[in-house]
């Protein structure tokens, strides 16, 4: 069992990609990927280190570690621009949308827990 928010989600992704649970594979992949932009390092600083490939390899870059908090509070961010979504959506009319939200929402929630 794997202890770290970003573990987790990750076993969890790969639970739901087995099981076809759109919901969860929608959920868990964006906030995936928004730990992984949050880890990414700007191009700036590490232009001159990172000039040529590495043979094998388009650029490697360096990525930051981020923090236990730091994961919680990005995947947090993003149950948080669902649940304004929704309430967006809903006030539009959009109800399969909304409730399309709620399940990803439900998901995250989960794993906030």
Same mark, same amino acid.
């Given at each position: 069992?794997?202890?770290?928010?970003?573990?987790?989600?990750?076993?969890?992704?790969?639970?739901?990609?087995?099981?076809?649970?759109?919901?969860?594979?929608?959920?868990?992949?964006?906030?995936?990927?928004?730990?992984?932009?949050?880890?990414?390092?700007?191009?700036?600083?590490?232009?001159?280190?990172? !000039?040529?490939?590495?043979?094998?390899?388009?650029?490697?870059?360096?990525?930051?570690?981020?923090?236990?908090?730091?994961?919680?509070?990005?995947?947090?961010?993003?149950?948080?621009? %669902?649940?304004?979504?929704?309430?967006?959506?809903?006030?539009?009319? !959009?109800?399969?949308?909304?409730?399309?939200? %709620?399940?990803?929402?439900?998901?995250?929630?989960?794993?906030?827990?």
């Amino acid at each position: 069992m794997v202890d770290r928010l970003e573990g987790r989600l990750r076993e969890g992704l790969a639970v739901a990609l087995k099981e076809r649970d759109k919901a969860a594979i929608a959920a868990l992949r964006t906030a995936l990927a928004a730990v992984a932009n949050a880890e990414a390092v700007p191009a700036g600083e590490y232009q001159d280190k990172y !000039r040529e490939p590495i043979p094998g390899r388009s650029y490697e870059a360096p990525r930051r570690e981020l923090t236990e908090t730091q994961v919680t509070r990005i995947v947090r961010a993003e149950a948080d621009e %669902r649940r304004s979504a929704i309430d967006e959506y809903e006030s539009l009319g !959009r109800r399969e949308d909304a409730q399309r939200l %709620r399940a990803e929402l439900a998901v995250l929630d989960r794993y906030l827990a």
